[in-house]
């Protein structure tokens, strides 16, 4: 099993990134898939998360009508577009897959830094 998040970077404030997480080793449309980050000092919080077939959204407050995050099921992969990103935006960004109907997420990916400075 493998998710692979890539699309990280360095981007001044109000400027956007999108980041992708390739998925491998199980069976792609049968997961929820949701992005975390972790900024430095603090712990890991849910920024999105789609359902299995992606008609359902859910997004924290800190992040909605900024953030978009949708799939592709054909191509196993979620991305996170990010707009109008903020310095407090910056952090560990992680993609994570949790069965349907099971409330712990089953698989992480190693993360991808994004870095909102001037």
């Known amino acids: 099993v493998q998710l692979v998040e890539s699309g990280g970077g360095l981007v001044q404030p109000g400027g956007s990134l999108r980041l992708s997480c390739a998925a491998s080793?199980?069976?792609?449309?049968?997961?929820?898939m949701s992005w975390h980050r972790q900024a430095p000092g603090k712990e890991r919080e849910l920024v999105a998360r789609i359902s299995s077939i992606g008609g359902m959204t859910n997004y924290a407050d800190s992040v909605k009508g900024r953030f978009t995050i949708s799939r592709d099921n054909a191509r196993n992969a979620v991305f996170l577009q990010m707009n109008s990103l903020k310095p407090e935006d910056t952090a560990v960004y992680y993609c994570?897959?949790?069965?349907?109907?099971?409330?712990?997420?089953?698989?992480w990916g190693q993360g991808t830094q994004v870095t909102v400075s001037s």
């Open positions: 080793g199980f069976t792609f449309s049968n997961y929820v």
């Open positions: 994570a897959a949790r069965r349907v109907r099971t409330v712990v997420v089953d698989y």
